[in-house]
């Protein structure tokens, strides 16, 4: 929440290859670049592919270990959601499975062995849904501004951030992939 975690790798603000693809209402976009964590050279994909008139996006990540050394890391896609009134009642989390004590979008917290999590907004009759092929830790926090107002500083909501996280070990030249799917209601 506070960008103070180590970026172990350097994928970050870097080029990746991109290649798109069509068939009939199908279409895929797909994002590939060699990095490094922690000194390991990876190849690193990320595969985007919807279908129209569907309100399925699907997310495939794959990771290679191209080195010598195993790589030990965790892995974990960034997506933020700009909905309103993060303290809001009618706008919230729902985690099946889980019963969180503070559930409102502009909470924050982490939550084990998540298969799926979902922003829901009453008021808009929207709900998204990402589902994850293999289970995941999930963190979520607030993305917030200071505001100068009258009464002072202030904090103003602007976006809800889900981060799942998968804790990985590939030997050399193994690799590893999970699928996300993004369901809009």
Do not use: C
């Not at 590939?32 to 994909?45: M, P, Q, S, V």
């Amino acid at each position: 929440m506070r960008s103070q975690y180590r970026e172990a790798g350097d994928f970050l603000g870097s080029a990746y290859s991109v290649k798109s693809k069509k068939s009939g209402a199908h279409a895929t976009v797909t994002l590939e670049r060699e990095g490094n964590a922690d000194g390991i050279t990876l190849k690193l994909r990320k595969e985007i592919s919807l279908r129209s008139g569907s309100s399925v996006v699907a997310i495939r990540y794959s990771i290679t270990n191209q080195s010598g050394e195993e790589l030990n890391t965790s892995f974990g896609p960034e997506f933020n959601f700009s909905l309103l009134a993060g303290n809001a009642h009618d706008r919230y989390y729902d985690i099946p499975g889980h019963v969180l004590e503070k559930r409102n979008l502009a909470s924050l917290g982490e939550t084990n062995n998540v298969k799926a999590v979902s922003l829901v907004d009453e008021w808009l009759k929207l709900k998204l849904t990402l589902g994850f092929s293999q289970p995941a830790a999930l963190w979520r926090a607030p993305v917030e501004t200071v505001s100068q107002s009258e009464a002072g500083f202030e904090r103003v909501y602007q976006s809800s951030m889900v981060m799942p996280l998968w804790r990985i070990s590939l030997p050399p030249g193994n690799g590893w992939e999970t699928t996300i799917t993004l369901t809009i209601e």
